[in-house]
């Protein structure tokens, strides 16, 4: 998976690959509803990304409805994703309700894939 390549020097003069907020988003923009062909972050599933000093990834997303028939998949196809990303030491998916999601969270993008605008 490609993802953008910050790096950060250190004090041996080496640098290394930093984890940024955009390579945690690329990651989840690998991962797609089975149902429909829009990632979860275009589809505005995802609510906040915290990344800790310590490589920690705290991700909190939504589903489409509490009924959605990959309730159970989605969550852990977006921990597995993000990691997989350079830096990323463990992730922690929490599926919130609140705010619930509805159309309007959705990029121009998924509204244009979907034939919804």
């Known amino acids: 998976m490609s993802e953008p390549s910050v790096s950060s020097w250190t004090p041996e003069g080496e640098e290394h690959p930093r984890l940024t907020e ?29 990344i800790g000093d310590d490589g920690k990834v705290k991700v909190e997303m939504t589903l489409t409805t509490p009924s959605c028939p990959s309730a159970q998949e989605l969550p ?22 609140d705010p619930p999601w509805d159309q309007s969270r959705m990029s121009e993008d998924a509204r244009l894939a979907l034939n919804m605008y």
Do not use: F, N, S
Request: some cysteine; proline content about 4%.
């Open 22 to 50: 955009e390579g945690v988003i690329a990651a989840l923009k690998t991962v797609y509803d089975p149902e429909i062909p829009v990632d979860i972050y275009e589809l505005g599933l995802v609510y906040a990304i915290e």
């Open 76 to 97: 852990g196809m977006a921990q597995e994703a993000v990691r997989q990303v350079h830096g990323v030491t463990d992730c922690d998916v929490e599926v919130v309700w």
